[in-house]
RNA sequence: GCGCCAGUAGCUCAGUAGGAUAGAGCAGCAGCCUUCUAAGCUGCGGGUCAGGGGUUCGAAUCCCUUCUGGCGUGCCA
């Protein structure tokens, strides 16, 4: 915001000069702030082009800039950056805009409408979701949630897939449970069926509706049986998990549903046509080394069936179908030597392949006692997204997961997460909310707290500290702008942290409720009551409560 | 072997898409509660940005290369 406003006026000055300005430069807050609130390279990036030095290119820009009332002072420093000092009116000024604007803030059309397709978790139905998917979830869910408020126009679904070898093996091992439970003996369970303990659950639940009945049915119709069940069941069970977690989404859509509608044999005959498939060794190849994969990838195996890649691919078609101008798909490690193939159908197709965009998250390593906690599916060891939002909170889960980007490993420590005290930062950033609800309170107690608030209090904001918070708050806009161009709503958290540390160090230094004049001390409430706003924001944009206290 | 991702303080991680003297939290040390919540604040110590080349006014950031770790490389999903 306030970055805009000084680009702009920077803008303005070169043209005004007749100076060239054919490369971007950039204006930022400086690092140290010996160089100033704001600062540029303009004159360094400029130089060049208008064959003059930086330092007198800089001199003939600062002479202009500095009419404007909204500076301080501006100088020339190092190699050619000019440095902005802003003024408390200019500060001022801002903060009774983002005021005026309320909880509307920081929204914009900046996305123009741009549908967006964002595709996450959709985890195998096959078991619990575990910490990845809760990964998958945070991530998405913000992302979702960022680029709504800046103008895009994002759903979010979820892929099932209901069909394929793991339903079966999953029918298979309920069926196993099941005899168990009537009293058969079944032996050593097979490697390969899943372990966990949820599949026993499940058959409990089936003998107590079903019980032997469902051994009297034919093989077939007994397999459709214990798959519609198990699947249901599961499905619901990740549901109600995403549920917790604050995670919702616009669609699911079901592989078994789409196989059913003949989208398989439509994505089959669209690469025949597009001439990119041979047959070899009885089964059917798809060209993708033709279209930048590193091998050719089997559609249909030599048995008959399909590779999960083809109902996939054809979600994937349905999805561009559907009007979707970007295809988001946030995937786990373990996908990524699957997404060439995509792309190269894509293009083998005729669709722009750069629609199709993958984020890939990285694995969560678990570790306990320093030791890294191994995961297994199959072998029913795995730590549940619900075990983890049972232990450290929907709040605490979730700020975890946001707050780092997203390709980057994860290391959590249970031990660590399990303790809900000053370790975690989020309790940092939900004090800091807290204490400012803290403070309104008493306002309120004593009498402190007008009906409204007169603008021109904002005159009395003149601290640092007053002028950091507003200009914490004026980022913003632009940041939530970068997340949702760059798809990383982790700086959300960074910056949650740097907001409320200036909280923490203003409430620490100054008294607001009774501050030295009753003017000053409305003024500072005004202050906090927008900071609350703002801080509200960006909680919700991470699934995260602003609690009034704690 | 090949491909993708990563390597920043003791630990967990940021680093505003090339900017000035690389930051935060935790852990460690020393202080601060008769005043709106001490889950806080103030100060101190801590770095070969994995190594080496290159590109330029300027590199943690871009390019090349080596090393280390994770994942992938199925007619699994």
Redesign the pocket.
């Known amino acids: 915001m306030i970055k805009e406003i000084i680009h702009a006026h920077i803008t303005e000055v070169i043209d005004k000069l007749k100076l060239k300005r054919e490369r971007e430069?950039?204006v930022?807050?400086?690092?140290?702030t010996?160089?100033?609130d704001f600062?540029?390279?303009c004159a360094?990036?400029l130089?060049?082009d208008n064959k003059k030095a930086?330092k007198s290119l800089a001199e003939a820009l600062i002479k202009e800039l500095k009419k404007s009332k909204n500076y301080k002072k501006v100088e020339l420093?190092?190699?050619?950056?000019?440095?902005f000092y802003l003024s408390p009116s200019f500060y001022q000024r801002v903060f009774s805009e983002i005021r005026a604007t309320g909880a509307e803030y920081a929204t914009s059309d900046f996305g123009k409408g741009e549908r967006v397709l964002l595709e996450f978790v959709s985890a195998?139905p096959?078991g619990p979701l575990n910490i990845v998917s809760a990964r998958a979830a945070a991530f998405g869910d913000t992302l979702y949630r960022v680029m709504r408020r800046v103008g895009f126009d994002p759903a979010r679904e979820f892929y099932i897939?209901d069909?394929?070898?793991?339903?079966d093996i999953l029918a298979e091992s309920l069926e196993l449970r099941l005899r168990e439970i009537q009293g058969d003996r079944i032996g050593e369970f097979p490697y390969e069926a899943y372990h966990g303990e949820y599949v026993k659950h499940l058959a409990h639940k089936l003998n107590a509706t079903d019980g032997i009945r469902v051994f009297m049915m034919t093989e077939k119709d007994r397999m459709e049986r214990l798959k519609d069940f198990a699947l249901s069941e599961l499905l619901e069970m990740q549901r109600n998990s995403l549920e917790r977690f604050d995670v919702y989404f616009d669609g699911w859509v079901s592989?078994k549903t789409l196989r059913a509608e003949g989208v398989v044999e439509e994505v089959l005959s669209y690469l025949t046509e597009a001439d990119c498939t041979y047959e070899?060794?009885?089964?059917i190849?798809f060209a993708s080394s033709k279209y930048g994969d590193?091998?050719d990838?089997?559609l249909m195996?030599?048995?008959g069936?399909?590779?999960?890649?083809v109902p996939d691919l054809a979600y994937h078609l349905t999805k561009i179908q559907r009007g979707f101008d970007t295809l988001i798909d946030i995937f786990?490690?373990?996908?990524?030597?699957?997404v060439?193939r995509i792309r190269a159908a894509f293009r083998a197709m005729g669709y722009d392949d750069e629609m199709l965009e993958i984020i890939?998250l990285?694995?969560v390593?678990l570790f306990e006692s320093g030791e890294r906690v191994k995961m297994s599916k199959r072998a029913g060891k795995i730590v549940t997204m619900d075990d983890l939002v049972s232990e450290v909170g929907k709040d605490a889960a979730r700020y975890f997961f946001i707050?780092?980007?997203a390709?980057?490993?994860?290391?959590?420590?249970l031990e660590?997460a399990l303790k809900?005290?000053?370790?975690?930062?989020v309790?940092?950033c939900?004090?800091?909310h807290?204490?400012i609800?803290?403070?309104?309170?008493?306002?309120r107690k004593d009498k402190v707290w007008p009906r409204s608030f007169k603008k021109d209090l904002v005159k009395k904001l003149t601290k640092p500290e007053e002028l950091a918070i507003i200009q914490r708050l004026a980022?913003l806009p632009?940041l939530l702008e970068?997340?949702a161009?760059?798809r990383?709503p982790?700086?959300l958290?960074?910056y949650l942290?740097?907001l409320?540390?200036i909280i923490?160090?203003?409430?620490?230094?100054?008294?607001?409720?009774?501050?030295k004049s009753k003017e000053l001390s409305l003024a500072r409430l005004m202050l906090l009551d927008t900071t609350k706003t703002v801080m509200g924001i960006v909680f919700d944009l991470m699934g995260i409560s602003a609690?009034?206290?704690?």
């Open positions: 430069y950039s930022e807050i400086p690092n140290n010996e160089h100033g600062s540029t390279n360094m990036i130089a060049k930086p420093a190092g190699p050619g950056f000019i440095n195998n096959t897939n069909a394929g070898n793991q339903v592989e070899k060794e009885e089964a190849w590193d091998k990838r089997v195996k030599s048995d069936s399909i590779t999960y890649f786990g490690p373990d996908h990524h030597g699957y060439p890939y990285q694995q390593n707050a780092r980007k390709n980057a490993h994860l290391n959590f420590d660590l809900q005290n000053n370790e975690n930062p309790y940092y939900q004090y800091a807290a204490r609800c803290s403070i309104i309170k008493k306002a980022d632009e970068l997340i161009e760059y990383e982790h700086r958290a960074t942290e740097e409320s540390a923490h160090r203003y409430y620490a230094r100054y008294q607001i409720v009774s501050a609690p009034e206290k704690m």
